[in-house]
C-alpha cells in the first residue's frame, strides 16, 4: 500500500467521524436546552453532506485495492471517535470504557483483516 | 447544565425512565444496519425481475440491484437505522454509543453463514468474541452510571 493510500484512508474516516460529530451536535448541543429546530435541520444537512463524501472517498478505495486491506482502518474508528469527541464535545471517559474500546478496535481488526 | 460534560452523571440523568431506553435502541438501530448490509447483497445476489414497476424503475434509474425487492428493503433498514441513531444521540455521549453501534454490525458475519451462505474462519469467530467482550465492558459502565442515579 502506498503512502498516498494510507494518508487517503485516513482522511476518509476523518470525515465519517465528523459527520457523527455534527450529527451528535445537531441532535445534542450540550447545553441541555437543545438546537432551534432550523439549527438542527443545519447540522444534519452538513453533517450528511460529510457522509457523503466519506461515502464517495470510500467508495474510490475500494475499487482500487482489495477489502482486506483497507477495511481494518474501519476497527480504528471507536477509538478515534472517543479521542475526538474528547477533543471537540469535552466528553470524558473512564479507563474501564478505554479499555472496553481497546478490545472493539482489536476485535475489528482481526475480523476485518481474515 | 455545567459547562464540562462528565458522562457518567449526564448519562444517567437523561438516559434513564424513558419508553425507548437508548440502549436498547442504539442496539435496534446497529441491527437494523447489520440486516441492511445483508438485504443489500441479497439484492446485489438475486436475479432481477424482467417486468413489473421494480424492473422499469430500475432501468429508468440505470441500477440493476434496484429492480430486487430485497435493495428496497435494504434502503429501508438502513433509514430506520439512522432514525434510531440520531434517537439515541441525544442521550448518550457519542464516543459510548459509536462503538456499540459498529460491534453490532459484526451480526453480519454471524448471519453471513446462515444467510448468503458464505463461510467464516475460526479466526474471525475469535475477532468477534473480543469485540463483543469491549462491548460489554462499555455496557456495564453505562448500566453503572444509571445506577448512581
Known amino acids: ?114 | 447544565m455545567p459547562e464540562h460534560r462528565t458522562p457518567a452523571p449526564d448519562l444517567a440523568r437523561r438516559a434513564g425512565r424513558r419508553l425507548l431506553h437508548p440502549i436498547l435502541v442504539v442496539i435496534i438501530g446497529g441491527l437494523l444496519d447489520a440486516a441492511g448490509e445483508i438485504l443489500l447483497k441479497k439484492g446485489a445476489n438475486s436475479a432481477p425481475p424482467t417486468s413489473g414497476l421494480l424492473h422499469w424503475l430500475s432501468m429508468y434509474l440505470g441500477v440493476s440491484a434496484l429492480a430486487s425487492i430485497w435493495t428496497w428493503l435494504g434502503i429501508i433498514s438502513y433509514i430506520l437505522g439512522l432514525l434510531a441513531w440520531l434517537y439515541v444521540l441525544r442521550f448518550i455521549p457519542i464516543s459510548i454509543a459509536f462503538p456499540i453501534n459498529n460491534v453490532m454490525h459484526l451480526a453480519v458475519p454471524i448471519a453471513a453463514p446462515v444467510l448468503l451462505h458464505e463461510p467464516v474462519p475460526l479466526l474471525r469467530w475469535f475477532g468477534i468474541g473480543i469485540a463483543l467482550s469491549g462491548v460489554l465492558l462499555l455496557l456495564k459502565f453505562v448500566a453503572e452510571a444509571e445506577e448512581k442515579l
Open chain 1, 1 to 114: 500500500m502506498t503512502a498516498l493510500a494510507f494518508a487517503l484512508c485516513i482522511i476518509c474516516q476523518v470525515f465519517l467521524l465528523s459527520g457523527q460529530l455534527l450529527f451528535k451536535h445537531a441532535m445534542d448541543p450540550g447545553n441541555g436546552k437543545g438546537n432551534s429546530t432550523a439549527r438542527m435541520f443545519k447540522l444534519l444537512a452538513l453533517g450528511i453532506l460529510t457522509q457523503t463524501v466519506y461515502f464517495f472517498l470510500w467508495l474510490g478505495l475500494l475499487e482500487n485495492h482489495p477489502l482486506t486491506r483497507i477495511y481494518p482502518f474501519e476497527g480504528l474508528n471507536p477509538v478515534m471517535m472517543a479521542i475526538l469527541a474528547w477533543l471537540v464535545l469535552k466528553e470524558k471517559l473512564p479507563v474501564k470504557a478505554w479499555i472496553g474500546l481497546a478490545l472493539v478496535c482489536v476485535g475489528i481488526g482481526i475480523v476485518s483483516a481474515t
